[in-house]
Each structure stands twice: as C-alpha cells, then as structure tokens.
C-alpha cells in the first residue's frame, strides 16, 4: 500500500530562516504529488503540485519543492520564513492509477516561526 | 463564491446521537470524498463517490454511512456518535482526469 512519511514533526525557526520540509513516499508508479498548508483552525490549501515535467515547482507564498524520483522524495523549500508562515503542512501522494486511486497524506509537520 | 461549501461549521452532540454533515461543490467534479482529521492533525480519506457511485470505502465503521444525491453533492451520516467520532471532517471534489482536489473548510463536530 502507498504511504507518504513526513520525518519533522515540529520545526521551529527564527524569522529569515530558511526551511526545508522532507517527503517521502512509497509507491513504484507514477504519482502525483502535493504540499498542503493548514493555517490554524483553518481548512487545507493548496501549496504546490507536481504531475509531470520539470522536477522544481514553484508554489504560492515563495515555496518551492523538489521532486526526486530516485529518492522518492518531495521536499518542500522556502529561503526565507516569515511568521505568517506558522501552520501545519501537509505532503501528499495519489499515483496516477485512475479515479478510485487515492490521496494519501503523510502525518503533517507543525511548523512555528518566532520572531 | 465558495467551490466546497460544508455545513454545520460545528456541530456539539451527545454520545448516542445521529447526526448528518453536508457537503456541497460548485465546482462541475465529478468526484468527492471525505476524509477525517484526528486531534493529532493526522488526514484519512473515508470515502469517495464518482459521478454518485461509491468508489473507496476504507474502514470505516458502518456507523457512518455517505449518501450522494447528485454529483454536486456528498452528504455524510453517523448513527450512534461515539465520543471517538470528534474529529474534524473534511470534504473535497476534484474532476476525474484532472489531478487536484479542492477542500471545504471543514466540520469540528465534538462528541459529548
């Protein structure tokens, strides 16, 4: 079964920091993959998606992700955090099976930005 | 206009009730689902109906039981609410084909 690992629970960083949020997934095929953002007692949004093509997307807000498909990997970038960007980030995988394939999420990272 | 549109925003309930959530989308998909957010923010699909029939059913007690009138339309039951029901739903659409979903802003219910 597809799974999706999301290895930092909590992040905390000082404002300018910069970020890196790791994604792996489990699935031998073709996927298409997702970041997700959560804002406090808010519903998800959309980040940035990759199908196909060139392996660094660009997303809203200054976010960036790599696809890797050597490491099965889609980590999330972003050079510079601001404390707006304090939220609950979600990566996500569906493989590219169908209508009855599914979109799996990993368990998300907390990520908290201090002044 | 909001593309995923769920009702009630929150729902307070007590242990043994019945309850129903709905879910609209304005969207044209053809396909909807939902998925439940535990209190540690982990995401699980439950459910998902394309073009009205169901095509994942993960599992999920038969306690909830999803109903699709029409493709625009995803409505969500449970019997019985059991204080490990509190969660919050979510709802999404996307179009078969097409590769993203759109999510509504989901439903808090709290089971006391």
């Known amino acids: 079964a597809q799974s999706v690992s999301q290895h930092n629970h909590h992040v905390i960083l000082s404002e300018a920091a910069s970020l890196e949020l790791g994604c792996n997934y489990s699935y031998g095929g073709t996927v298409n993959l997702f970041w997700y953002v959560q804002y406090p007692g808010q519903h998800l949004q959309l980040l940035l998606k990759y199908f196909s093509g060139d392996p660094l997307v660009k997303g809203i807000k200054g976010f960036e992700a790599e696809f890797i498909k050597s490491k099965f990997s889609f980590n999330l970038r972003k050079p510079s955090v601001q404390w707006s960007d304090t939220a609950e980030y979600f990566c996500a995988a569906k493989p590219n099976t169908g209508t009855a394939s599914k979109l799996t999420f990993g368990t998300g990272t907390r990520l908290q930005v201090t002044l | 206009d909001t593309a995923v549109s769920q009702t009630p925003k929150y729902l307070v309930t007590q242990m043994g009730n019945d309850k129903s959530i709905k879910c609209e989308q304005n969207?044209?998909?053809?396909?909807m689902y939902w998925y439940k957010q535990d209190s540690k923010k982990f995401l699980k699909i439950m459910f998902s109906?394309?073009?009205?029939?169901?095509?994942i059913n993960e599992t999920v007690p038969n306690r909830f039981s999803p109903k699709s009138p029409d493709k625009a339309h995803l409505n969500l039951h449970i019997n019985s609410l059991e204080l490990g029901d509190s969660a919050v739903y979510f709802c999404?659409?996307?179009?078969?084909?097409?590769?993203?979903?759109?999510f509504g802003s989901g439903t808090r219910l709290t089971v006391v």
């Open positions: 109906y394309n073009n009205k029939e169901l095509i």
């Open positions: 969207l044209g998909h053809d396909t």
């Open positions: 999404a659409s996307s179009q078969s084909g097409g590769r993203g979903y759109t």
